[in-house]
């Protein structure tokens, strides 16, 4: 069946640090592809999304692009903030519409 | 507009008690999920509803019982409440259509049993 899979955390950066979280997917077909983040005690917000192949998501600094050879989405912001702490799931749509998360990378972001 | 609301915020169970989730969305939409986080493992699909009067299975339903009351309310009822079903339940909803597909998430509600 479709899979996710992230790098596992936590990941500590100090601020301004560049950021890279990989994640990679099994599915069939081209699924849409997804990156949420969870500020603590919050729910999962959508942060950017890619639905098709060369696709680039971007938002508030982050970005990703859906990379169909190497099947991955791995998502990037180029000077990361104290604020950008948080856990991050990559997640895909499955053919009938049903998001399957990776594990989710805590990201520790030190002053 | 307030999104997808969950009640209760926070919920100590003893095993064996019963409780339901309760979840609502103002958005109109169509499709609605029930999903658990647990330490590690992300979150996984209770039950879903993609429309009002159908509900389906999702990876984890054992122990859970789900009603889409009508297109704005899905809840979530546990019958006999296990240890292992301490987690964190996140709601969600989906307008349907053929290039809308992203799911918008309540804020959880942390249920710990006993």
């Known amino acids: 069946g479709d899979s996710v899979t992230q790098m596992e955390g936590p990941v500590t950066l100090s601020e301004e640090a560049f950021l890279t979280i990989n994640c990679t997917y099994t599915?069939?077909?081209?699924?849409?592809l997804f990156w949420y983040v969870q500020y603590p005690g919050e729910g999962l917000q959508l942060l950017l999304k890619?639905?098709?192949?060369?696709d680039k998501g971007s938002n508030k600094g982050f970005e990703a692009t859906y990379r169909k050879e190497t099947t991955s989405f791995h998502l990037e912001k180029g000077s990361v903030q104290v604020s950008d702490s948080a856990v991050y799931f990559c997640?895909?749509?499955?053919?009938?519409?049903?998001?399957?998360f990776g594990s989710g990378t805590r990201l520790l972001v030190r002053p | 507009n307030a999104g997808v609301t969950q009640t209760p915020k926070f919920q100590v169970l003893k095993t064996g008690q019963s409780m339901t989730l309760q979840c609502a969305q103002d958005?109109?939409?169509?499709?609605m999920y029930w999903y658990r986080q647990d330490p590690g493992m992300g979150l996984r699909l209770i039950y879903y509803?993609?429309?009002?009067?159908?509900?389906d299975k999702g990876e984890v339903p054992n122990g859970y019982n789900v009603s889409r009351l009508n297109k704005r309310e899905f809840s979530l009822r546990l019958e006999s409440a296990a240890p292992s079903q301490t987690s964190v339940y996140f709601c969600?909803?989906?307008?349907?259509?053929?290039?809308?597909?992203?799911?918008?998430f309540g804020p959880g509600t942390r249920l710990t049993v006993l």
């Open positions: 599915a069939t077909g081209y699924p849409s």
């Open positions: 890619a639905t098709k192949a060369d």
């Open positions: 509803s993609a429309s009002e009067g159908t509900t």
């Open positions: 969600a909803s989906r307008i349907a259509g053929q290039f809308t597909d992203t799911q918008y």
């Open positions: 958005m109109n939409h169509n499709s």
């Open positions: 997640a895909l749509m499955d053919s009938s519409y049903k998001l399957i």
